[in-house]
């Protein structure tokens, strides 16, 4: 996959996202409700645009665990890392609090939203537990994380080499958590996303797919979810 063929793939999420999600909040939820509907339509969109835009089906059949044993291996490594995972966020947590003097983090307004009501509630831990997981892991995990692979690795020289071949788990990391846009939360998210990578690393060559690293996420945001609400 060419860094070119990447770009061009992800500027038609972007536009897919945008347009579904403003035209899901105008017609269907209401001005009111523009912010939370754009989000939903926008990850929704987002995996549409990269089932049908790129992926061929034998590719996409490679993605799933082959076996119902694999699934379970799957969420068990994923729980072994949200494990390993957790003093690494707190800690990234208390660090960036040193080193902004102490600052705590700015209230999230669509979490605001969701403790209004128990409907609400429902549709905030949907789109955070289920969908965003699954979204995101498309894009930074399989689009953008192999795209980077195949460049930095396996069409690199020294590709064997320990730094090139962490390289694309940082780079995608990096970029998952700069586009989240919550600067208080970068080195969690820094965090997060490089466990993700090395679990989608792993997952390559297991027979697990892309399992593993959408499981984690769901616990991670599952347990985001609980704490906040």
């Given at each position: 996959?060419?860094?070119?063929?990447?770009?061009?793939?992800?500027?038609?999420?972007?536009?897919?996202?945008?347009?579904?999600?403003?035209?899901?909040?105008l017609?269907?939820?209401g001005?009111?409700a523009?912010f939370?509907?754009?989000?939903?339509?926008?990850?929704?969109?987002?995996?549409?645009?990269?089932?049908?835009?790129?992926?061929?089906?034998?590719?996409?059949?490679?993605?799933?665990?082959?076996?119902?044993?694999?699934?379970?291996?799957?969420?068990?490594?994923?729980?072994?890392?949200?494990?390993?995972?957790?003093?690494?966020?707190?800690?990234a947590?208390?660090?960036?609090?040193?080193?902004?003097?102490?600052?705590?983090?700015?209230?999230?307004?669509?979490?605001?939203?969701?403790?209004?009501?128990?409907?609400?509630?429902?549709?905030?831990?949907?789109?955070?537990?289920?969908?965003?997981?699954?979204?995101?892991?498309?894009?930074?995990?399989?689009?953008l994380?192999?795209?980077?692979?195949?460049?930095?690795?396996?069409?690199?020289e020294?590709?064997?080499?320990?730094?090139?071949?962490?390289?694309?788990?940082?780079?995608?990391?990096?970029?998952?958590?700069?586009?989240?846009?919550?600067?208080?939360?970068?080195?969690?998210?820094?965090?997060?996303?490089?466990?993700?990578?090395?679990?989608?690393?792993?997952?390559?060559?297991?027979?697990?797919?892309?399992?593993?690293?959408?499981?984690?996420?769901?616990?991670?945001?599952?347990?985001?979810?609980?704490?906040?609400?």
């Open positions: 996959m060419r860094m070119l063929d990447f770009v061009w793939v992800y500027a038609v999420f972007l536009l897919t996202s945008l347009l579904g999600g403003i035209a899901f909040g017609f269907f939820v001005v009111d523009l939370l509907s754009a989000m939903v339509a926008s990850l929704a969109g987002g995996i549409a645009a990269v089932l049908l835009w790129y992926y061929r089906q034998e590719e996409l059949k490679s993605l799933l665990p082959k076996s119902l044993k694999d699934t379970g291996k799957a969420f068990g490594h994923a729980l072994v890392a949200m494990i390993i995972a957790i003093p690494l966020i707190i800690g947590y208390y660090l960036t609090q040193w080193i902004i003097s102490g600052a705590e983090p700015p209230v999230n307004p669509l979490v605001e939203w969701a403790r209004e009501s128990a409907d609400k509630r429902i549709a905030f831990y949907f789109l955070v537990v289920i969908i965003a997981p699954i979204s995101e892991e498309l894009q930074y995990r399989l689009i994380y192999e795209a980077l692979r195949k460049n930095i690795v396996d069409e690199g020294n590709g064997n080499s320990l730094l090139r071949r962490h390289m694309p788990i940082i780079v995608s990391a990096m970029i998952f958590a700069l586009l989240h846009f919550q600067p208080f939360h970068v080195l969690q998210l820094f965090v997060i996303g490089y466990v993700l990578g090395m679990l989608r690393e792993r997952s390559r060559t297991s027979g697990e797919g892309l399992a593993p690293p959408i499981f984690m996420h769901m616990l991670n945001n599952a347990l985001f979810a609980i704490v906040m609400l």
